[in-house]
């Protein structure tokens, strides 16, 4: 079975770019997390799908952030205008259960994003 | 909000030490989650608590949730090369958020010489 996927792996984009990140579940998984890790710093909770809608958006940073999952598949992390602060790794996960429990989410790679 | 604190930020140690680790918060926590993040890497579960006064293991992995709910403790038992990478402790927050979103600490990074 894959796990997580996350696309691109790296990104190195100028302040005022616009990056879209991407994340594939694991097949049938209901429950779609994002978060980020800025260096150095703990991860912190974005926001949470349960299938195509937002359970909960309380971590998102501004609205430069945009999420979405059209499907209730993968979904897309949009940063416009990106701003030096942005720069961090941002980690999906995905979690199997309707009633998402703590210990069931399963994390992607992550995508490095570099602003300059 | 809640946060967790761990300790210590980083270590170096010697392949074949034990290792030690913990994870402290001002306010309680009903579930404790250790996680590895290798380089490159998301992070992997390792270990889950759900009672205070918990040990389990898991391999040369073993911790423990606190009896005051506001804790948590890692330990390695002889380390090898592999065990690098960077240890996080979560936890769901308490009363509020979706069911599922966690806290996690600053992590500690692990360095293991041959």
């Known amino acids: 079975e894959a796990g997580v996927t996350q696309f691109p792996s790296h990104s190195v984009i100028e302040k005022g770019q616009t990056v879209t990140l991407r994340c594939d579940p694991i097949s049938g998984h209901d429950n779609l997390y994002w978060y980020r890790r800025v260096m150095g710093k703990e991860i912190k909770f974005l926001l949470h799908?349960?299938?195509?809608?937002?359970?909960?958006e309380s971590g998102m940073p501004n609205n430069r952030f945009l999420a979405e999952r059209t499907g209730g598949t993968y979904s897309t992390l949009k940063v416009q205008p990106a701003e030096l602060e942005d720069s961090g790794v941002y980690f999906c996960a995905s979690s199997p259960y309707r009633r998402a429990a703590a210990d069931t989410q399963y994390f992607g790679p992550g995508t490095r994003l570099t602003v300059l | 909000g809640q946060q967790l604190n761990q300790n210590p930020q980083s270590m170096f140690i010697q392949e074949g030490e034990d290792v030690s680790m913990n994870c402290t918060s001002s306010?309680?926590?009903?579930?404790w989650l250790w996680y590895k993040q290798d380089p490159g890497e998301g992070p992997v579960l390792l270990i889950a608590l759900y009672k205070a006064g918990e040990l389990t293991s898991n391999g040369r992995l073993t911790a423990q949730f606190g009896i005051t709910r506001k804790d948590s403790f890692l330990n390695i038992s002889a380390s090898i090369p592999s065990d690098v990478g960077i240890y996080f402790c979560a936890g769901p927050p308490r009363g509020g958020g979706s069911q599922g979103n966690l806290i996690f600490g600053k992590g500690t990074k692990l360095s293991v010489k041959p």
């Open positions: 306010s309680i926590f009903n579930t």
């Open positions: 799908f349960v299938k195509e809608s937002k359970q909960d």
